[in-house]
């Protein structure tokens, strides 16, 4: 018997995420409930058997898709049955499919569509010359076309083209036949680029791909998108190549199409037939296959690229935060000189000012002079600044500031920091709210101060996509990388939690089960009342229910209340949990929290019952040993080489310090100060074989890093990870003396070319870049 809908996708998706059926149900029940998937993950382990946000994740989008499906399938049952076409074969076979590409495959034949060669042909009288061509291969097709002749079917050719476009639709609509090809095809394609006559010179950045060939199957996906890049702009022609190397007429998928007429016979008709398979494979089915292959691949490139950016996104927003003290930000530029903003340990704006060290006023004095000034009157400890134009200029003016500062006490941490997406922010709605009497230019540089202290707080007030640490973000489904890029965000905000009365309504948004609605009210109810002091409070606000508070507050910490447990991760609807466990050690709640010896002597399953078991009682045991614990690294600074300030001061083989910026499938930039990211290639991140870069490094690590070769025109700097061993000495001494192009060498004699194809074969680390720009 065919399993129900609900039954067939708990099913399949317990087989992709690696769970069971019921822990599908249970968890698609939560969310279909209104649970958010921090929630679930967090506070529901028992209902879900434990799935975390990252199988829940793709739980919910595969659920999105397989709900579609049965939705499609449904409808064109509906569709066959009122047509009286709908078989018990059919309805089992349209039962099974498991993609929407395999159900209209299926439903082709009974499509409603518009009027056809083949319904004319037939309308013609047409249809019986078809059927007898296919009945008796002994006869010559065009003897059998002569009977067919009239004052609509003038000649026997106009016969013959008329029943071939009745086979044509036929084999078309064979959803076994297309399976077939479709799958031949996915094995045996190359995806091919070539330069556009004519557009050489303006297309010189895909010049990469003016002659490039690879398998289809195996094409990455920054490769895939900058030759579609390429394609839109004008410049490339992207095809895909099936047995190219077949004769014409007996290619594979030409004989796959004839023998879907079993044309393996020697009468006149077979041969007529197999060249009616061969056009058909030709005109029709290679170009509808190859549309959907693209397609597939589109998809599958751009499903890498988001997944690229959104692990960089979470690197980045769970980065290292330096903590509530007092930052000076400066936001650096030359002609519009630099902008300063002063901070406090909460964030708030002390002081901001405007000064002009470089061209055109050179008042380089006076900068360092309103800098110290802002120093000592504010007690600054941090100075963050902006990577962009004239970062490394301003950094170096900082850093002869501080080394004559007079005084006894520890001077100002200096710190480059990614101004991405600091520009979006200071000319949006929100900035313009949060600092109605600033000038636009001066709120970058709050920003920038800002996101040192929390990245996490900071980051959230930009929209994701503007942050910029994906790779052809511009080129890909928007809706679904916004989707994506969102539940990112809300997985980094749940997992760090959010003080409910500092934190801005931006972060406040975040929190499962708030929304902007309602971040909105607390920060009202806060500014009216004054801070909560007990997350029960929370049921105080506007609009914010049992419902929504069930979902948020175990997400919102309430420093130094009235309730210790308020100040931890723990669930309001668990406190009699944790407070029987502070209870079996005899002493007060806060004496308790914190001391991991004591509570480590206690055995969970002692505190089980019938509402939470095990794992929520492990987790607050955890929280308790740990209260508030701070997910998010260290924080730590990259220190940038002195004297190494612009592209053109680096040399092969110098070791340099850096900071990873972006992680992308072929390696990971890494931003060593001289305004220009360098490349570690994947082949260069470890000593050992890496397959994903991830692995190994996320945004914001600190790295060292030796720099293998520098292209100044193209701006494009090789860096490697690996040992510095005797052997990579060597090679980056050699490959810095050799002239551009020249072959690398070994003990005297050229270095093996790589197993791989000619048109992927890389000779050097720039190859991971062909065509890649950085949105």
Known sequence: MTPDPARRIALLIASEIAATPQQVTAAVELLDGGATVPFVARYRKEVTGGLDDTQLRNLAERLAYLRELEARRAAILASIRDQGKLTDALESAIAKVATKAELEDIYLPYKPKRRTKAMIARENGLGPLAEAILADRSKAPADLATGFITEAVPDVKTALEGARDIIAEGLAENADLLGRLRNHMKSVARLTATVVPGKEAEGAKFADYFAHSEDWSKAPSHRVLAMLRGRNEGFLAVDLEVDADAPRGDSPAERMTGAALMTAGKGPGDQWLREAAAWVWRVKLKTSLTLDLMADLRDRAEAEAINVFARNLKDLLLAAPAGGKATLGLDPGIRTGCKLAVVDATGKVLATSTVYPFQPKNDLRGAQVEIAQLIRKHGVQLIAIGNGTASRESEKMVADLLAVLPGDAPKPVKVIVSEAGASVYSASELAAKEFPGLDVSLRGAVSIARRLQDP??????????????????????????????????????????????????????????????????????????????????????????????????????????????????????????????????????????????????????????????????????????????????????????????????????????????????????????????????????????????????????????????????????????????????????????????????RGGKPLPKTAAPAATTSSSPFDALRGLKRD
């Open 456 to 745: 996490l707080a900071e980051l959230v007030k930009i929209e994701p996509k503007a942050i910029g640490v994906g790779q052809y973000q511009h080129d890909v489904d928007q809706h679904r990388l916004g989707r994506s890029l969102e539940a990112v965000v809300e997985d980094a905000v749940n997992a760090v939690g959010v003080d409910v009365n500092t934190a801005s309504a931006p972060l406040l948004a975040r929190v499962s089960g708030v929304g902007p609605g309602l971040a909105e009210a607390i920060v009202s109810h806060r500014d009216a009342n004054g801070p909560f002091a007990t997350r029960r409070e929370l049921l105080k606000v506007a609009r914010l229910g049992p419902k929504a508070f069930e979902q948020a507050a175990g997400f919102l910490r309430i420093a130094g209340g009235k309730e210790p447990l308020d100040a931890s991760s723990v669930h309001p609807e668990a406190y009699d949990v944790a407070r029987k466990i502070v209870a079996a050690c005899g002493r007060d709640l806060r004496s308790v929290m914190g001391d991991a010896a004591a509570l480590q002597r206690l055995d969970p399953r002692s505190f089980i019952d019938a509402r939470f078991g095990l794992p929520t009682v492990k987790d607050i045991l955890a929280e308790l040993e740990k209260p508030g614990r701070d997910p998010r690294p260290g924080f730590k600074t990259a220190t940038f080489a002195d004297g190494v300030e612009d592209i053109k001061d680096l040399k092969p083989g110098m070791l340099l310090e850096g900071t990873v910026t972006n992680v992308a499938a072929f390696g990971a930039f890494v931003d060593i100060g001289v305004h220009q990211d360098g490349l570690v290639h994947v082949s260069q991140l470890s000593d050992t074989f890496v397959k994903d870069p991830h692995q190994v490094v996320k945004a914001g690590d600190v790295v060292k890093v030796r720099v293998v070769e520098v292209d100044v025109p193209r701006k494009r700097i090789a860096l490697t990870m690996k040992r510095d061993s005797a052997e990579a000495r060597a090679q980056v001494a050699e490959r810095g003396a050799r002239p551009a192009g020249a072959q690398p060498q």
